[in-house]
Each structure stands twice: as C-alpha cells, then as structure tokens.
C-alpha cells in the first residue's frame, strides 16, 4: 500500500534581545563562563516579579507581520507547569490559547525542486528559554551528577508551530530554511541552528493514499541541523510504513533523533497539553495592541527575500539563480548593490546592465568560491565595493583578460589591494599587441608541429592545446579571441 506523509513542524528560534524575558540579565549566546548573567527573577526566586520585555514582542509582532499573520488585539501570558532541572522556577512563563499571533503562511520552494507553495503558520507564541545541562561526557570517580548553566533561562524564544502541510523531509528543510532567512532578514534572530538559536520538532504521520484521516503522529524533537531535519523526517516515515506494513500500529509518542545512528528512538509518550496544568500568568497584565502599534511595526520591515529576489531578477535582468544566489546571503546581496553603485554614472545605459551582470556573475561564482563558506560581513573580508568595482571596469573595457581577471581576484581576495596597483606589480596587463601575440603565436606552433598536424587532419582539441599553450606563456594575460584568430592566420597561411 502506498503512504502519504503529513509533517508539521514546531520551530523555536531564540531572539537577538540586548536582555532576557523578563528581566535585565545580558542575553549574550556567546558568554562561555557559566551562571554569570542570572538573577533573582530569571532564577525564579520567591518574590520577585517579571516584567516583559517590549524589545522582544516588538521583534514577535514584526515577524508575524512578514508572515502575514493576524496579530492578537489582546493576548496574555500563561505558566506551564513542569518540572526539570534546568527550569528554576519550576514553570515556563509560555503563552496558551492567545497567542501574539495566528493564521499566516510562508512560500516555500523559490529556488527548490519542491515546486512553489504556501505553508500555513497555525500560531507564533513568546515564552522563555530553558537553562542548559551539561552531562559530563567522563565523570571522575565518585561523582554523580550533571551541571547546569542557567545564562539561557529567561532568554526569549519565539515558537512558531505550521499546519500539517508539509509531505516530505525535503519540503520541511526548505520550510525551515525560508524562515530562517527570514529572521536574519529582520534581524530578529541569528536562527543558527548549530549554536541551538533555532530547534526544529517535526509531527509526522502517515495515512493510506485515498484516506483523508490523519495517521497517528509521532514528535521528533532534538534536530540541531537541517541534515538531520531531513535525515530524521525521511527515516520516520520509512518506519511508520515498516509498521503499518507488518499490521501493526503507530504509537503516539515523542521520539529523539540519534544522528550517529541515523535513526530515531523512543524518548517517552507523548505529554498532552493538560498535563501541563496551564494557566495565566497571575504576574504580568494582559496584553493590549492598538492599530497604530501594529502599522508602527509594520513600518519596520525591511525589504524581504521574496520580494528582494524578484526585484533584483527586474531591476538588475539577473538570472533566477544569480537572484536566489544573492538573495540567500543578505550580505552578499548588499555587497552585489554597493558593487553596482560604485560602477560608474557615466556610461550608457546598455553599457551599465552589462557590467551589472558581469559583476553578478563575478560574485556569485568566483568570489563565492573564494569565500569558501564565509560571509562578506566578517571582518577580515578585505575586498572593499569600490575595487571590486574596478576590477569589474577593468574586465569590460579589456584592459585585462578574464584569466587575469581571476587571479587578480584572488590577489585581492588575499591583500585587499587596489586592482590597478595589484595588475602593475603582477605583471597582469593585457598582452593586447597584435605583433607581440603572432610572435608568441609563431613560436608555439614551431614547437608544437604534431598539434598543427592534427589539426589539420581535424582534430578540434589540437586547436584548443595550442590556444592552452599560448594563454600559459602569457599567464593568462592575453585578449583569447585574439589569441585564436593569430594561431588560425599562422596556421591556415
Ligand atoms: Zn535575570
């Protein structure tokens, strides 16, 4: 029989607020010494009162809004009850039935083979992160027990929970992976999901092809990854049909994912919401939105990727790749426009668009290549928009040929030179003289009469050997085309 999948997923992504929650501890990710940046309130000591912080609903409301969500005229804050060791108070300070925000979809598929499609957003909520136990990999003999570092308690955490809508392991990361650009679009989260800033709990069920009722689902939680966001996703629904297969039935549960064994386990039976015992956060009033609130966030947003990627295809004549390409890093795609800027006012129309796609291509290709993973945004990126600039002019008015062009590229890539200074001390210029390139031309085809024999007798990679042999005594420094047609002049008489 055949399967049809269902995933939801849940995401978490924690916010990039200068403080916690509900208190003015540092939120600092970064801080490696542990229990530094704690309180009484974020401890949960008796007593003491939280207070919400206005920078993090601002960040939740804002994402809703680039989500096309409703947000919540009224929504409140609730406690759900559980106890765990890196959980100081005993309880989380989460919210239940109203939500900052419902109802709002997010496109995948931009640039994926999953086809173009809106995913429904059920929900976005605001709570607090955990603590963080460390269990000791080796205990010293007679020790018993396991650390904890509270400076994430209290950190704010958004939740965003989807409809069932996705089928596949490869739609859930492209989900994922649309949301998180997102977020570092508006700046709200760094989402970077091996630092635990964002966490993915995927749903899954299966039901038989022709059936409208959902299967039980089981939860995945712990994907720190989205290799492992795929890997476990695809793995489940794989068991769930080796389960279903041999007539058996799926147990409603919460599994983990082990990504040394590339499979899923049974962590314990699924908790349902009642037995969290929530109810509202006695501490802190209800909260109120006004019109005006809202189209005051609304004002905030910065242009998205959708949106930018369809521009930068319109206003640049990009390709769609070049446009996903630098629209999936958004320092890459700013550096690409600072480039463009720094063109030139003074040429033609034609002439411009021309080396706008010559600097695209430049970007997305070799300097990508030579970024090797790393953003532009790092500071020892070293390669300023205005050279950059230059070295694209350079390329356009064939002042230098387009190997040259490369190894330039990675000089400045390395120094942060001045092209032009670069092109002098390394002997880069354009060998462009028609006289000096026959005389080169001349001496390659004596030496090589074999190759000039077969081209003759034609065999078009001879050809292609010698115009190799003559961009390798010029080191790339002289114009191909006259290369070819000096070769051909000798050769042909
Ligand atoms: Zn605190």
Excluded at 334 to 340: A, D, I, K, L, S
Aim: proline share 5%; charged share 25%.
């Amino acid at each position: 029989m055949k399967y049809i999948p269902t995933i939801g997923l849940e995401i978490h992504a924690e916010l990039k607020t200068s403080s916690k929650m509900f208190c003015s501890c540092k939120n600092d990710p970064n801080e490696k010494q542990p229990n530094v940046n704690i309180c009484p309130i974020c401890m949960g000591h008796p007593g003491t009162l939280p207070v919400p912080n206005e920078q993090a609903i601002h960040m939740v409301v804002k994402t809703g809004l680039a989500l096309q969500c409703e947000i919540a005229p009224y929504s409140k804050f609730d406690r759900k009850n559980y106890f765990y060791p890196d959980l100081p108070k005993g309880y989380q300070i989460s919210q239940y039935d109203l939500p900052l925000c419902q109802k709002g979809k997010l496109r995948i598929g931009l640039s994926a083979q999953t086809g173009e499609r809106d995913i429904q957003i059920t929900r976005i909520h605001l709570e607090e992160d955990t603590g963080r136990s460390q269990h000791l990999l080796e205990r010293p003999e007679g020790t018993d027990y396991s650390l904890v570092d509270f400076n994430r308690a209290g950190v704010p955490l958004m939740e965003l929970v989807t409809e069932p809508d996705l089928h596949s392991g490869q739609e859930s990361v492209a989900f994922a992976q649309e949301l998180q650009r997102l977020l570092r679009y508006l700046g709200v989260s760094d989402a970077d999901m091996e630092k635990g800033q964002m966490r993915v709990e995927a749903n899954i069920s299966i039901r038989p092809e022709g059936t409208e009722t959902l299967g039980t689902k089981v939860e995945v939680k712990n994907l720190n990854s989205f290799r492992s966001v795929q890997n476990a996703i695809d793995f489940e629904i794989q068991r769930q049909t080796q389960v279903l297969g041999a007539g058996e039935e799926v147990n409603q549960e919460t599994r983990g994912w082990n990504e040394a064994k590339k499979e899923t386990f049974t962590q314990r039976e699924k908790e349902s919401a009642h037995d969290y015992r929530y109810f509202p956060e006695p501490d802190i009033p209800p909260l109120t939105f006004t019109p005006a609130f809202i189209e005051m966030r609304r004002l905030e947003i910065p242009e998205l990727p959708q949106a930018k990627n369809s521009r930068m295809q319109r206003e640049y004549n990009l390709g769609e790749k070049e446009a996903a390409l630098l629209v999936k890093d958004r320092g890459l795609g700013e550096y690409f426009e600072q480039v463009v800027s720094e063109l030139g006012s003074r040429l033609s129309e034609e002439e411009l668009a021309k080396r706008v796609k010559l600097a695209g291509n430049y970007i997305v290709s070799d300097l990508q290549g030579l970024l090797a993973g790393n953003s532009v945004e790092d500071k020892n990126f070293k390669i300023t928009a205005e050279n950059f600039a230059e070295l694209i002019n350079m390329i356009a008015t064939n002042k230098i040929s387009s190997p040259a062009a490369k190894s330039l590229l990675k000089k400045m890539f390395e120094t942060g030179g001045d092209p032009s200074q670069l092109l002098e001390s390394e002997g880069l210029t354009q060998v462009s003289n028609q006289e000096e390139i026959e005389r080169i031309a001349k001496e390659i085809i004596e030496k090589n009469p074999k190759a000039v024999q077969d081209y003759k007798n034609g065999k078009a990679n001879a050809f292609q050997f010698l115009v190799g042999e003559m961009m390798a005594k010029t080191r790339g420094t002289a114009n191909p085309e006259t290369v070819r047609t000096s070769i051909l002049k000798i050769i042909e008489g």
